[in-house]
């Protein structure tokens, strides 16, 4: 039992590596080390739900074998499954070993992904990460891929500026059409600059349209 658990983990482990796709632009992994929990912080689903049935059978069958209950009619503690001590106590044992070596590999697991993954979108992007910054590689990541977003913001306005000013006028003077609404809902970069427009296009839309009905009435 513990062996075969041990040949599915190192698999696992070994196998992960070569199915990963990382890009410029994959989000880091922010956990190098918890068992189990850090394959749901790192959103590695699949991982995760694997893990947390292996470990919750071994901790049944370490439960279900354990040498932990008494009856009248014997002077040792028996299992919950009451056979021969000479059968239960050694698959007690592999279940209790198989809980804790699952524990380790899923640790090892997150660890060793955590940093594989992070140092191929440091490589990927042409970065460096040092020890002496002081600051992890998930922290680094995060800031890089903050630093390029705000850059393209940046080129992406200089592109729309011309729009933007046109579309906000228009959006002021509620006077832009539905086909331009809706060029700018559908545009993020024009969508994004011109939020508060939008906005103050819609409270003036329907405050004359109360003020409309109320002339009607």
């Keep these: 039992m513990k062996k ?20 410029k632009d994959s989000p880091p992994l922010v956990d190098f080390g918890i068992p189990l929990a850090g394959h749901y912080r790192n959103r590695d689903t699949a991982k995760a739900i694997f893990y947390t049935v292996l470990f919750s059978t071994a901790v049944i069958g370490t439960f279900l074998f354990a040498p932990m209950f008494y009856d009248n009619s014997y002077n040792d503690p028996v299992p919950v499954i009451n056979f021969n001590r ?52 998930y922290q680094f990541i995060t800031d890089y891929q903050r630093k390029l977003e ?21 959006l002021i003077d509620a006077t832009v059409t ?23 296009y819609y409270i003036k839309k329907e405050l004359d349209l109360e003020k409309k009905d109320g002339e009607n009435k």
């Design 4 to 23: 075969i658990i041990s040949i599915l983990l190192i698999t696992l482990l070994f196998s992960n590596c070569l199915v990963l796709k990382i890009k």
């Design 86 to 137: 000479n059968i239960t106590d050694p698959v007690f044992y592999s279940f209790l070993g198989s809980a804790c070596t699952i524990l380790g590999a899923s640790s090892i697991d997150t660890a060793v992904t955590y940093h594989y993954v992070n140092n191929k979108i440091i490589e990927i992007n042409d970065q460096e990460w040092d020890r002496k910054m002081k600051i992890t590689k």
């Design 150 to 170: 705000i850059i393209n913001e940046n080129e992406d306005n200089k592109i729309y500026k011309n729009e933007i000013l046109y579309y906000k006028k228009k």
């Design 178 to 200: 539905d086909e331009e609404l809706l060029l700018i809902k559908t545009n993020p970069v024009l969508k994004k600059n011109l939020e508060k427009e939008l906005g103050f």
